[in-house]
């Protein structure tokens, strides 16, 4: 569907109503002297009425309706989590100080969805219903699901003399996602700190305000990889067959099941260490972390003929390990107070292991694009796998002289089918022919290093701030322009392509000529021509202020008042060709992440506020 003007046009046939409730409920009790009890509880509900009308329309051949219909959607949500945590107290000698938790959270989630679908409707919207349907057929569809978590947890913190700090966590987590005898995870953790400026060898360094020595370590679960009855085998109806010469309704298993599957762990160990100096003017930290996740949760790829969906499994391990910093310094100049910040974060992922998986491939757009992207040992999860190019065949000479000669002497083209603008494609593996053997690494969506900086500062009543983060050397699968920019000559293009296209008099331009639908596809071939550089700079907020004096405010029983205007998104400096170059997961998968399938660029937001404080 590639007609925008018409796809908005039919935005007018189209009604949302949601009704949400939201409430929330705690208790504190201070049972004894060093003992507490807190509960919590949270719910909201959520009801979704939605209606989708298409009416009759005649575009062309290829874009019509004839028949017109009524979707009525209904959809309801609730959720409500619930902790329960008691809390103990304890010091003693002066030194020893011991906190001790106990606690339960439970969650639960449920959703409901019905639909209905009317034919020959009429346009009227004071006879749009399902109910002034012409037609007899009428096709409904129901989806529900039900998740819950419980979790108890036991939690002890003890310091001596504000040197030496112990923090140590059990855990467990029931989770629906899994079988029953998968269900329930453990997970420990333990983490240890010195406070070296206590010591009394460093009690007389004056220039220096702390110093502290952390390490940790520690188990976490994660169940959110899989669905709702995802380890069950799905049945789906629908499905006809003919039995004697007589159509039988049928089902058939459209995915299959995996009663073994558990949760999904993390394994994290961490070394730190927090300073300042000069009386707070210098406050900085680090970290230096390994991670390892086990038991990954992915669906393990099966062959085509099998006819359904692959079934989720724990098939590898992966690990992540990298360098964090952060420092922030304070200071000031004349009537100037300032500080600056800055944080980098390095991060090397790799694939460890994939158990009897093999290397694992999915699509970063549709079914068009299969295998885009590669998981295997010893590189980083989800690269993009396809081929490389070298522009395109702008001149005969070009197209003549890309050949291959083999071992008997015979000398061939390597793209036999290609023609004067055509992408050019290299034959990495020799052999003579454009084929998977010359598939390759394309790069990856996780970036070298990423971090942030702010600015602050503050001279009399004034205030001013700044704050902006950046990621480099990371790429992006710009797949909005593989239709945009399709030479295909099917849909709809970008005028910068059309004007930028090869033809015979313009054999100098770069982007492949157009062709019909039935005429050379290989110019469509995933390849790094869709692969841009992800890196920004993105000024995310800008924010000057003023606070009014406090002998004018006081007279109207004010004890505070600030009036500030703010910019968010200010500006982004990339060379990244599509809306955002923030791209993260928009398909909801692992395995395709860092594709731009038409995310929504973000708005750059002017505020004007005002703080009173009475």
Sequence with gaps: DHNPVRINDMEKYKKRHGNKFIGNFFLNLDILKNLSFRTTFGADYTFVNNSNYYPVFFVSQQEQNSLSSLEEIRNKNFNWVWSNVATYNHSFNDVHKLTAMLGTEATYSRYESISATGYDVMENEDMRYLSAAKSSNFLASSTQG???????????????????????????????????????????????????????????????????????????????????????????????????????????????????????????????????????????NMDYFLKHTKDMIVRAPIPNYVGATEPLDNVGNMRNRGFEFAVNHYNKIGEVNYNVGLNLSFIKNEVTSLGRAGAIHATVYDQRLPNTSRTEVGREIAYYYGYKTDGIFNTQEELDAYTYTDANGVTKPIQPNAKLGDVKYRDLDGNGAIDEGDLSYLGSYMPDFSGGFNLGAEY??????????????????????????????????????????????????????????????ENTLFSDRYIEDGSFLRIRNIQLGYNLPFNIIQKVKMQKARIYVSVDNLATFTKYKGYNPEIGDQWGNVLAAGADVGGTPLPRTFSLGFNIEF
Excluded: C, H
Excluded at 160 to 176: E, F, G, Q
Excluded at 210 to 231: E, F, H, P
Excluded at 268 to 276: A, C, I, K, M
Excluded at 487 to 500: E, V
């Design 146 to 284: 039900k998740s819950t978590i419980f979790s108890t947890f036991v939690r002890m913190n003890y310091a001596y003399a504000n040197k030496y700090l112990l923090t140590a966590t059990i855990r467990s987590d029931a989770s629906s996602r899994f079988a029953k005898d998968k269900r329930v995870g453990y997970f420990p953790s333990v983490s240890l700190g010195w406070n070296v400026k206590e010591e009394s060898f460093l009690q007389d360094v004056n220039v220096m305000d702390q110093l502290k020595v952390r390490a940790g370590w520690g188990q976490v679960g994660n169940q959110s990889s899989t669905g709702i009855g995802d380890y069950l085998s799905k049945i789906s109806n629908g499905q006809k067959y003919v039995l004697g010469g007589q159509v039988y309704e049928g089902r058939i298993p459209t995915a299959l099941s995996n009663p073994d599957l558990k949760w999904e762990i993390a394994e994290q160990y961490n070394v730190g260490l927090d300073f300042s100096f000069l009386t707070g003017e210098i406050v900085a």
């Design 460 to 521: 009399k009543n004034f205030t001013f701030s700044l704050f902006a983060d950046f990621v480099y050397g990371n790429k992006i699968a710009n797949m909005t322009t593989y239709d945009l920019k399709s030479p295909l000559a099917d849909k709809n293009i970008l005028k910068s392509y059309y004007n930028n296209r090869w033809t015979k008099d313009t054999p100098e331009n770069n982007e492949p000529r157009l062709t019909t639908t039935d005429a050379y596809k």
